[in-house]
């Protein structure tokens, strides 16, 4: 590591299935661009038992401990997004983390004064930019579109919301979240206040500003791998009852 100073230290969570190829991309790309600026002090690992088969899931495993051999990894029997949210956020406590999945390429170098310098007050994660999305630079926060339901007369307000794409955040903000994610629905899901009110409500006051590719020709620094992964395979992602279902069909 560059640096042993404190404001480098970092937590380091993985939201991950069995596709070895992948994070290997995501891994490296993330080692060269990201962990090298920072004190990594602790890697937990939730790999789910989605997408492969047993030989797959040790490979993943392999992947994992190449890079971290002291990873903590939690294998549930059963693939919940949900519950691997919040079990990864319950394992923060203070300090700064990064929230990982394992389908993202991080493009440009990513150093501690360009997180701090977007958490100012009022913000408690700054998300990482992916180069799919364009209105980055027409917000200044993350947020959603909300039609109240009880008065929709009134028509759409901004709620703030978080997101589970690469970020960092307060430790101590996703732990407190974890508290609140209801496992059984996707956490992307539950921001709305008809959803989930105690868990939108505590990301209302912690917003998440970001982090994009300044001076360069796309607004990300992110490429989604995981997107072109699943069109090569014709699979397609299915909202029910607020979580997400993926299904396999034929090559699109």
């Known amino acids: 590591m560059n640096s042993q100073d404190s404001n480098n230290e970092l937590q380091v969570c993985l939201i991950a299935t069995r596709r070895p190829e992948i994070l290997e991309i995501t891994l490296e790309s993330f080692n060269r661009n990201l962990f090298c600026n920072f004190n990594v002090k602790n890697f937990f690992a939730n790999l789910d038992p989605a997408f492969g088969d047993l030989a797959q899931h040790k490979l993943t495993k392999e992947c994992i401990r190449d890079y971290f051999p002291n990873a903590i990894i939690n294998e549930p029997k059963e693939a919940s997004f949900g519950h691997a949210v919040k079990w990864a956020w319950g394992q923060f406590n203070s300090g700064l983390a990064l929230h990982?999945?394992?389908?993202?390429?991080?493009?440009?170098?990513?150093?501690?004064?360009?997180?701090?310098?977007?958490?100012?007050?009022g913000y408690s994660a700054v998300t990482l930019c992916g180069n799919?999305?364009?209105?980055?630079?027409?917000?200044?926060?993350?947020?959603?579109?909300?039609?109240?339901?009880?008065?929709?007369?009134?028509?759409?307000t901004k709620v703030a919301a978080l997101g589970t794409q690469p970020k960092f955040i307060f430790g101590s903000?996703?732990?407190?979240?974890?508290?609140?994610?209801?496992?059984?629905?996707?956490?992307?899901?539950?921001?709305?206040?008809?959803?989930?009110?105690?868990f939108?409500?505590?990301?209302?006051?912690?917003?998440?500003?970001?982090?994009?590719?300044?001076?360069?020709?796309?607004?990300?620094?992110?490429?989604?791998?995981?997107?072109?992964?699943?069109?090569q395979r014709g699979i397609v992602k299915v909202i029910e009852h607020g979580k997400s279902i993926w299904l396999e069909g034929e090559n699109n």
């Open 100 to 121: 990982l999945e394992d389908d993202w390429k991080l493009e440009e170098n990513v150093v501690p004064q360009d997180v701090y310098s977007k958490l100012k007050p």
């Open 132 to 156: 799919h999305k364009k209105w980055y630079k027409r917000r200044s926060y993350l947020w959603v579109g909300c039609r109240r339901t009880s008065f929709p007369y009134l028509g759409v």
């Open 173 to 198: 903000f996703a732990y407190a979240l974890s508290k609140l994610i209801d496992p059984a629905l996707d956490p992307e899901k539950q921001m709305l206040p008809h959803i989930n009110p105690a």
């Open 200 to 231: 939108s409500a505590l990301i209302q006051n912690n917003k998440c500003g970001f982090l994009d590719a300044a001076g360069s020709k796309t607004y990300g620094v992110l490429t989604d791998l995981g997107r072109v992964w699943r069109e």
